[in-house]
């Protein structure tokens, strides 16, 4: 009788947890872009909000168009994640408020320097700030100079990584440049190597793969041409299945090189377009002739077009399932 009463049991038990575990799988992440017009995709949006199930919100990149610490569309900030030091990512100068200025031409006119957008949000939201190579150090400093705390900017360096809310976060390579301004030094010192057009050294730039609570995995592409890392590591090793993707040439894999990346190297189940450089959509809808639209075309998966604003649900296999 106890046997088979402890056999019902394990049988019931190993039920109960493939239930829970298909109810993880059906848990979305919520992906919010964070751009310069509510509506539309804006020539400097980079910023996204994930929201894991758990509850857990990670600021990527805020950038220029997140407007400061007090932007109401921000709530609560657990984790930021900045993939590289430059103004339009790490945020030199931000909008007024959402929606200040036009898409073509936004109002940018508040400067963040010495601190940064990210800064400011962090030591505002007492979020952690997660970086990889030799980023966390900078952040640290920062955070402890306008009375925040050190400990909460942390490392996540290539191969490793760090678990915080709930989330897997892992930077990858990146193949771009990290240099740090000046003015986020200052002094003396920061003169100097204005006059000699020299940056900071923190180390190279990043992107990240971070895995939520459902199971998802996502890669967020930062400033990168098209490295064999996309291949052996994002797709081989993590598998990711949703990818943020940076196309707006230039500064970054064009439409055409960010459709390979996709196509041949990562092969997600769906993409999210970003940092075009361009007005990418007018009146929501994609702007005939632009690197936006050539992206799409190119991309053999579902590109979505980051409205800024706009909500999208993502499951644990990739796919979008509501906001697309
Ligand atoms: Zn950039």
Known sequence: MRRRFSWLAAALGALGFALSCSALAQQSVKVTPLG???????????AFILEDPNGTRILYDPGRTVAGASDPRLGKIDIILVSHMHGDHVGNAHNKAPNSGT?????MSVSALPNSNAV?????????IVTGSEMP??????LKANGGDPAN???ARFGGSATVGGVRIATVTA???NGLDPDYIGGELGKAMKEAGI??????PTGYVLRFSNGLVAYLSGDTGITADQELVVR?????KLVVMNMGDVLTTGPTEAAYVINELVKPVSVIASHASEVGTVGGKVRPGSKTEAFIKATKVPVYVPLSGKTMEFDAAGKCTAGC
């Open 199 to 204: 940056a900071g050294d923190v180390g190279p």
């Open 36 to 46: 310069g017009i509510d509506g539309e995709f804006c020539p400097q949006d980079r």
């Open 120 to 128: 400011d949000i962090a030591l505002a939201k007492k979020s952690k």
């Open 103 to 107: 898409c073509e031409n936004p109002d």
């Open 175 to 177: 193949m771009h440049s």
């Open 137 to 142: 150090p900078f952040f640290a400093a920062k």
């Open 236 to 240: 081989n090793h993590y598998a990711a």
């Open 153 to 155: 900017s942390i490392l």
